[in-house]
Each structure stands twice: as C-alpha cells, then as structure tokens.
C-alpha cells in the first residue's frame, strides 16, 4: 500500500536560514508526491507536486522539494526561511489502486523564529 | 469569490441535531471531496464526487450523508453525531477525480464540536 512518513512532529529554524521538512515515502509503481502548507484556521494550500522529469521541482512561495528515487523521499526545502512560513506542512502521495485518493502524513510543524 | 469557501466555519451542535456543512467551488473542477482532521491524526478521506457521482466512500458512519447537486456544491448532512466526530471538515476540488497528476484545491474547513 502507499504511504508517506513524516519523522519529525516539529521542525524550530532561524529566520533567514535555509530549511528543510522531510518526508519518505512506500509506493509500488511511479510515486505521485504532494506538498501542502496549512496556516492556522485555514485549509489546506498546495505548494508543488513531483509526477515525472526533472528531479527538483519549484513551487509556491520560494518552496523547492527534491525528489530522490533511491532513498524515497520528497523533502520540502527553502534557501531563507521566513517567520511567515510557520506552519503545519503535510506531505502526500497519490495511491495507486484509486487515483482519487490523496495519502497524507501526519504533518510536520515548521517554526521560523525572529 | 474565488477558490473553494465552505460555510459555516464554525459550528456546535448537540448529538440529537441536524445539521448540514456547505461548500462551494469557483474554479471549474468536476471533483469535489470531504475530509476529516482530527488533532493528531492524518487527514481522512471521506467521500468523493466526480461529475456529480459519488466515486468513493471511505467506511464513514451513515450519520455522515453527503449530496452533491452539481460539481460546483457538495453538502454534508449531519444527524445523531458523537463527540469524536468534532474535527475539521475540509472540502477539496479538483480538475478531475481520477486524473492522478490533479492537485487538490482546499476551503477553510468548517470547525465542528459536538456536545
């Protein structure tokens, strides 16, 4: 079945450092990988997405995740992290029998301090 | 407006009341789909809708009915909750349920808490 894994509950970075959020991931087939960022009181916003090519895919907001077929992950990355980019970051992956179907990690909360 | 906006964004209902969850897409897609988050738990799939057809039931309670009318709204019909159900209700769309590569375009959520 496909899964994705979110090892860190919370990731604590300065303001103008670069940062990562990891996530892993389980897929039989080509993996279709999500990243999405929730602010508080506010639903989900999709941020990029890796289907096929090029390895490193840009997105919303300055973000950039690297997709790595033999250590099966996807992190999320930014060069100069923002107090503005905290918040709960969900990483996805599409499963593979209903394509429907989004499998989200448990999140991983990103906080940039001053 | 734009995007999805779901309504109300808050709401407290007793275990003996109805109550219904709206949400409304401006963007075009023909999928809709509700989840469910829950503090500390993934999000959860819960129905989808695909030009006006359900295409998924993920094992929700029958206290959970959905109905949507047209791909621009999706309902949610609430009736005889329980407390664990209090959560987040997210609504999605997409260009097209089935169309792997489509990312999903989320509303606010309605915050529920049943008493």
């Known amino acids: 079945a496909q899964s994705v894994a979110q090892p860190e509950d919370q990731v604590k970075v300065a303001e103008g450092n670069p940062l990562t959020v990891k996530c892993t991931y389980s897929?039989?087939?080509?993996?279709?990988l999500f990243w999405y960022v929730q602010y508080p009181n506010r639903g989900l916003q999709f941020l990029l997405k890796?289907?096929?090519?090029?390895?490193l895919v840009k997105g919303s907001y300055g973000f950039e995740a690297e997709f790595n077929k033999s250590q099966t992950s996807f992190h999320l990355k930014k060069p100069s992290a923002l107090v503005s980019d905290s918040a709960l970051y969900f990483c996805?992956?599409?499963?593979?029998?209903?394509?429907?179907?989004?499998?989200f990690g448990t999140g991983t909360r990103l906080q940039v301090f001053p | 407006e734009t995007g999805v906006t779901q309504t109300p964004r808050h709401l407290v209902m007793g275990m003996t009341n109805k109550k219904s969850l709206k949400c409304e897409q401006h963007?075009?897609?023909?999928?809709m789909y509700w989840y469910k988050q829950s503090a500390k738990k993934p999000l959860e799939l819960m129905f989808v809708?695909?030009?006006?057809?359900?295409?998924e039931n993920n094992s929700v309670p029958s206290r959970f009915s959905p109905e949507c009318p047209n791909s621009s709204h999706l309902f949610l019909h609430l009736h005889t909750l329980q407390p664990e159900d209090s959560a987040l209700y997210l609504c999605?769309?997409?260009?097209?349920?089935?169309?792997?590569?489509?990312?999903?375009?989320f509303g606010p959520g309605t915050r529920l808490t049943v008493t």
């Open positions: 897929v039989s087939g080509n993996p279709y």
């Open positions: 809708y695909n030009f006006k057809e359900q295409t």
């Open positions: 996805a992956v599409r499963d593979k029998g209903n394509t429907d179907k989004l499998i």
């Open positions: 999605a769309s997409s260009q097209r349920a089935g169309q792997g590569s489509a990312e999903q375009y």
């Open positions: 890796y289907i096929t090519g090029d390895n």
């Open positions: 963007l075009g897609h023909n999928a």
